[in-house]
């Protein structure tokens, strides 16, 4: 017979091996899930990025016109599973982690909200070492700067150095912050709304909207940084000295309006982007943790 110090002991080994499968589950529902939804709406991606990208003197709408909607997938192949399951293992730790510091153990509405919004915030900050390099060769073929994985990533070498894969990394930053920081604690907002008062789990469809809804108001609000970080990283030689620069030069000669350029492509973008995510994400997370590891979520 184990004692009560053995029980203790034993349980807690169980919760740890349980916490762990559930990390590296969501981080592997979150990376097969991700590298399917970037490539469906890779083509509208490549529409935004090239509106963005567009000037009073130069109009990549019409001088990439010839040059497929696809071009720079490639990029999406390689970097969309590791990018995305370095999120959600740092997203689902700090969750746990945060949870147990003192000012985060209440349930309450606004702890609930910032240990979410921390939890994004971390997770961007982490991935985002991952996507930088990819997003800047991605932006490069999409708008026919160059063609071809390797042609481009010579090309921004020979331009800017190991430097020029991560030019845009402080926008980045500012942009998928605010995004996350908005997305995910909306997102578990609206998720604990509807399983209140009800057993199981929800559908693809509820989860799908949950998440689609959520994605579509973090990437309208966050649209003005997202015309910066194009702007940033499509740059081959320094024309902007940093982000705050291209801002401001953005702002003088091409006016506010201007920040809002496909922000109705990014939202709708982000609303199918969101609602195919989640909706098989928590669908593939449910099948490989099983019923009883179906409500392990902080």
Sequence with gaps: MLNSEEKSAEKHKEDQEKTLRYIVTSAVSGGSCMLLTDAVYFPLDSLKT????SSSSENFVKSAKSVSKF???????????????VF??????????????????SSGFIDEHVRHSASGALSELAQ??????FEVMKQHMQTGLTRGFLTTAKDIYSHRGM????????????REIPFSSIQMPLYELFRKKRLAGREG?????????NGGIASAIAGFLTNPIDVIKTRMMMQRSRVYKNTLDCLNKTLRKEGFMKLLSAAHIRSFNNFLAGF????LY?????????????????
Excluded at 201 to 209: F, K, Q
Excluded at 285 to 297: A, D
């Design 50 to 53: 090239r509106i963005q990208a």
């Design 71 to 85: 071009s720079g997938i490639s990029t999406i192949f390689l970097s969309s599973f590791p990018a995305a399951f």
């Design 88 to 105: 959600f293992t740092t997203y689902e730790s700090s969750k746990l982690i945060l949870a147990r510091l003192p000012p985060f153990q």
């Design 128 to 133: 985002n070492l991952v996507v930088n390099p």
């Design 163 to 174: 430097r020029g894969f991560y030019v845009g990394y402080t926008s980045l930053i500012l």
């Design 201 to 209: 789990e929800l559908s693809l469809l509820e989860n799908g909207l």
């Design 276 to 279: 195919v995510f989640f909706g």
């Design 282 to 298: 928590e669908g593939l997370r449910g099948r490989l943790m099983g019923p009883s590891g179906q409500h392990h979520e902080t």
